[in-house]
Structures are given as C-alpha cells and as structure tokens.
Nanobody, 118 residues
C-alpha cells in the first residue's frame, strides 16, 4: 500500500497558475505510475495526467495528458522526494474540481480543491 497526501490547491483567477504536489509514503518501490485525476461537482472522476517509469530508466518517465489540459498542465516526479507535481497554467473555470493523486491505478489521496473563478 502507498499513502498519498496532496497539497497546493486553492482559489485562482482565470488565466492563473497553481502547483499541486503529492507526497507518497509506504511501499514506494512498488510505484510504477503516478498520476492526477479530478472530479467536478455532479461529474465522474476523470483522468488528468500521469507519468510512468520504466525499471530500466527510473530517472525518466513517459507522460500522458487529457486532451483538455494538454499544453497547459505539466506533470513531473521527484524520485528523491517521492513526490509528483502538477503545474497548472492558463487555468479555466472548467478546471474547477477536486484533484486527486493516484499511484498504480489503485491508491488515492484525499484530494485537494482547485477553484478557478473571477
């Protein structure tokens, strides 16, 4: 099992930026993919971005993004600190949601609220 704690959410105006962080603890060595999902009120949880590592290249990673955030959001991982970060630029009102960190498509954090509003 992996425990995850998110931070960095808040209120931002349209066009602004936020940086979300997720700290992982527990069975760190089992992690091969870390990602972010989000859930807006009345909607299903949806994929935002993830980063997969390969045993032959633990320092690198393959990233994937939802079409709606591609070019605006950037996911990165700090293996030394066991954290994954989501840099969100050009935020839009439709990005408003609770953002959840996820590892291995199984373990979830408690979520952090992001609100984009003027």
């Amino acid at each position: 099992q992996v425990q995850l704690v998110e931070s960095g959410g808040g209120l931002v105006q349209p066009g602004g930026s936020l940086r979300l962080s997720c700290a992982a603890s527990g069975n760190i060595r089992s992690i091969y993919v870390m990602g972010w999902y989000r859930q807006a009120p009345g909607k299903q949880r949806e994929f935002v971005a993830n980063l997969k590592t390969h045993p032959d290249n633990p320092g690198g990673g393959i990233t994937a993004y939802a079409t709606s955030v591609k070019g605006r959001f950037t996911i990165s991982r700090d293996n030394a600190k066991n954290t994954v970060t989501l840099q969100m630029n050009g935020l839009k009102p439709e990005d408003t949601a609770v953002y959840y960190c996820n590892t291995n498509y199984r373990d979830w954090g408690q979520g952090t609220q992001v609100t984009v509003s003027s």
